[in-house]
């Protein structure tokens, strides 16, 4: 936050010295001065404000507690879709490297070996074992919601 109140200030210091510019010249100089002034604050704000929520979210993903899917996947999904995720063939597809898809969670998949799990997990299983997945092995994929399942449903 710090960062981000020092290069508010920066920018109302260009801001304010662009002021004085266009005092001190020609119509045509202080416009083009203020111009370049404000482009130049606006391009390093933009640069500070994407740095800070860049931090942010990467502090919000680590504070995210992933054990209660861990352990649904473990006791549910494991033993087809293997511990690092990375499935056997055709029959277990990797998860890693894929987002998980809500309705096949919930309805299993047609032809396949994957069971519907909407009537043997509870809505919040289902909920934290998608983001387990979502999140595991490097996945850095969206996190689904309570209702997102209802919705899916």
Known sequence: MKKLTLSLLAVLFIFSLSTVFVSCGSEEDAEKTANDLTNQATEELDKKVEEVTEEV????????????????????????????????????????GKASDLKIVLNGAEGTAMAAFKDQLSDQEIVDVTNYVNHAWDNNFDNVTLEDVAAAK
């Open 57 to 96: 979210t990467e502090e919000v993903t680590e504070a995210v507690d992933y054990t209660a899917g861990k352990t649904v996947y473990a006791s549910k999904c494991q033993v087809c879709h293997q511990e690092n995720g990375e499935g056997m063939g055709e029959t277990f597809p990797a998860l890693k």
